[in-house]
């Protein structure tokens, strides 16, 4: 299960390390599928907030892998010298 994964990598990162959840999937739009990406969750220290936001993730449909990960890039870049991981 993805969200049990996703959890559970919230679960090894240390006190200090801030997340994301990004979410990404495709919807179904007069006959064609359109990408969407949305942020959930900012990058916080927050542990709450990162589980609660990947329960509320919509994983439905075509995803959009590409589209979601030039979107945390862009967002991993302002995260100045921090360890980065997307997952």
Do not use: C, H, W
Not at 48 to 54: D, G, L, P, T
Not at 57 to 73: H, K, P
């Amino acid at each position: 299960n993805i969200r049990l994964s996703a959890t559970r990598f919230l679960d090894a990162l240390a006190p200090a390390d801030r997340v994301a959840v990004v979410e990404f999937y495709g919807k179904l739009d007069g006959g064609r599928v359109e990408g969407r990406v949305n942020m959930l969750a900012d990058f916080t220290t927050n542990r709450n907030v990162a589980a609660q936001s990947i329960a509320l993730a919509n994983g439905e449909g075509q995803t959009n892998l590409y589209d979601a990960l030039e979107f945390a890039m862009q967002r991993l870049a302002r995260e100045k010298r921090r360890r980065k991981a997307v997952v």
